[in-house]
């Protein structure tokens, strides 16, 4: 069965840090990845998905993300964070087969300092 | 262009009663996913419809069910309410055989 893993439930960062959150993943075979983010009491905004090829990929707000087949990885990073950021991260997989079944982590909260 | 909406925003009930969720899907969709959001956790996927029919379905017992109609949009129908069902249920919708699939902004269900 997949599972998704995110090992980190809060984050703390600095405003202008770097941020990094970690996601594994548990699959039969290669999945389809991505990021979403939820800010409070909002629904889920996708920020990037991995489907193949360029193992390194761009998303909106200035996010990108890593796959790592060897590592069951798939992090989610961001040079610079801004305030905005604040909010929940989720990484989930899906099937390359047809349907759009997603299996979610548990969310990192991220809380930005001034 | 309209994302994808749902109705309504916050919703109160107590325990036993039924409840009826909406979606719409975004422009040019045809399958609607839906998702239970317990506080503190990811979503969990419930079921999902295409060409009116469900087509595939989590661990979710028969009193969660559903339906899709003609223009895709769909609803999400939860009998016999446990407190344990209050939660941020959320819409998603996509193109069959497609990979993405966009978010509503959610149904906030409390049940009392």
């Known amino acids: 069965a997949q599972s998704v893993t995110q090992p980190d439930i809060h984050i703390t960062v600095s405003e202008g840090a770097s941020l990094e959150l970690r996601c594994n993943y548990s699959?039969?075979?290669?999945?389809?990845l991505f990021w979403y983010v939820q800010s409070p009491g909002q629904g889920l905004q996708l920020l990037l998905k991995?489907?193949?090829?360029?193992?390194l990929v761009q998303g909106i707000k200035g996010f990108e993300a890593e796959f790592k087949r060897s590592q069951s990885s798939f992090n989610l990073r961001k040079p610079s964070v801004h305030w905005s950021d604040a909010a929940e991260y989720f990484c989930?997989?899906?099937?390359?087969?047809?349907?759009?079944?997603?299996?979610f982590g548990g969310g990192t909260r991220v809380l930005v300092k001034p | 262009d309209a994302g994808v909406t749902q109705s309504p925003t916050h919703l109160i009930k107590t325990r036993g009663q039924q409840v009826t969720l909406r979606c719409s899907p975004k422009?040019?969709?045809?399958?609607v996913s839906w998702y239970q959001q317990a506080l503190g956790q990811g979503p969990q996927f419930i079921f999902q419809?295409?060409?009116?029919?469900?087509?595939q379905r989590g661990n979710f017992p028969d009193r969660f069910s559903g339906h899709q109609f003609p223009n895709y949009s769909s609803e999400l129908n939860v009998n016999a309410l446990l407190l344990g069902d209050s939660a941020l249920y959320l819409c998603?919708?996509?193109?069959?055989?497609?990979?993405?699939?966009?978010f509503g902004p959610g149904t906030r269900l409390l049940v009392l």
């Open positions: 422009s040019g969709h045809d399958t």
């Open positions: 989930a997989v899906g099937p390359k087969a047809a349907g759009n079944k997603l299996t």
């Open positions: 991995y489907f193949s090829g360029d193992t």
């Open positions: 998603a919708s996509g193109l069959a055989g497609g990979e993405t699939q966009y």
């Open positions: 699959y039969g075979a290669t999945p389809y």
């Open positions: 419809y295409y060409e009116e029919e469900e087509r």
